[in-house]
């Protein structure tokens, strides 16, 4: 690898477990450090910017953070896991907006281009929801899916999932979502 940042800890710049990561266009790296239930921002090359969030379940607080996207309009999703919730932040950390009821045990969200969202819940219930851009759920994606952790969007709207314990990557096109 070429370079490394953090350390175990709670100060600026530490982790209690580092988990979701995105990239903005502009570099900057957003990071949902789990343990200590808020975002961490870094430059590049891992200068400490600034951070957000703390343990609580009021608007902006954090229990459990792990999935991190950068939306299409540049805005920052969390996955608040233990809220069962998704936050949405400005790149500085104002809040934007909540999407309470996204299921048991959220973990991992993936955006398309037209707002709408998915959360994965791969360990509570094995479902992927399928969420408007107004947080309502539109169905679920997926049939026989087995602890499905990674997802990802492409260009078309296409929806890939990991399906872990299956051992394999599934693709959904829109026609086909549930």
Wanted: aromatic share 10%; no cysteine.
């Amino acid at each position: 690898f070429d370079s490394a940042w953090g350390s175990a800890g709670s100060e600026p710049g530490q982790f209690l477990s580092a988990m979701g990561i995105a990239v903005s266009e502009t570099s900057e790296v957003f990071v949902a450090d789990f343990g200590n239930h808020r975002v961490q921002v870094f430059d590049g090359e891992g200068a400490f910017l600034r951070e957000w969030g703390q343990l609580g379940s009021a608007p902006g607080e954090f229990e459990s953070p792990i999935g991190v996207q950068i939306g299409p309009a540049g805005d920052v999703w969390v996955v608040d896991s233990g809220n069962e919730r998704v936050q949405v932040f400005s790149q500085g950390g104002e809040l934007l907006r909540v999407f309470d009821e996204v299921g048991p045990g959220p973990q991992i969200i993936s955006l398309n281009g037209t707002g709408e969202f998915y959360v994965s819940s791969p360990w509570a219930d094995g479902k992927v929801r399928h969420f408007d851009p107004e947080g309502e759920l539109l169905g679920f994606v997926g049939d026989g899916l087995s602890g499905p952790h990674g997802t990802a969007t492409g260009p078309s709207g296409a929806l890939y999932v990991a399906d872990t314990a299956n051992g394999v990557i599934r693709t959904f096109e829109r026609s086909e979502e549930g």
